[in-house]
């Protein structure tokens, strides 16, 4: 399933939207692929990078705002490039297999979509609240 774009993804830091966009995009174009090339593999290597980048910048947000969801938050962010990592590394060894792609699948869209409509979102209500208040 592609990631959409729609409201409930949207978040309203614009910051944050501008990279959600653009991670959706470059991922769906990953899934989109195919599994078996060079290409797919530099992809996956570059989205490593650019999700972590993502990650630091909405947890420098999260401290520069005191945010109190933090800790949980962050948490789920290393659970997700620790897994990552670990699809990866099995991509680069024994190729696509039916249980990687699933994982990535899964890591690809529905995380995102249940990640940014529930965790960011919370962290936007608050960050943003403080923002209207300052
Ligand atoms: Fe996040």
């Known amino acids: 399933m592609a990631l ?11 910051s944050v939207d ?6 959706f ?13 060079k290409e797919f593999l530099e992809i996956i290597s570059a989205l490593e990078s650019y999700i972590l980048r993502h990650f630091n910048s909405e947890e ?3 401290r520069e705002y005191i945010y109190t969801g933090m800790t949980s938050h962050r948490q789920k962010h290393v659970e997700f490039m ?3 990592s670990n699809i990866k ?13 699933e994982r990535i699948r899964f890591l690809l869209s ?7 409509s529930e965790v ?7 960050i943003n609240h403080r923002i209207m208040e300052s």
């Open 4 to 14: 959409e774009w729609n409201d409930k993804v949207k978040v309203g830091i614009e």
């Open 18 to 23: 501008n990279d959600h966009k653009e991670l």
């Open 25 to 37: 995009a470059i991922m769906n174009q990953a899934m989109e692929m195919d599994y078996e090339s």
């Open 60 to 62: 420098s947000m999260m």
């Open 82 to 84: 620790k897994e990552f």
């Open 89 to 101: 590394g099995h991509f680069q060894t024994e190729g696509p297999t039916p249980e990687t792609l």
């Open 110 to 116: 529905d995380w995102w979509v249940k990640h940014v």
């Open 120 to 126: 960011d979102q919370a962290m936007a209500g608050y």
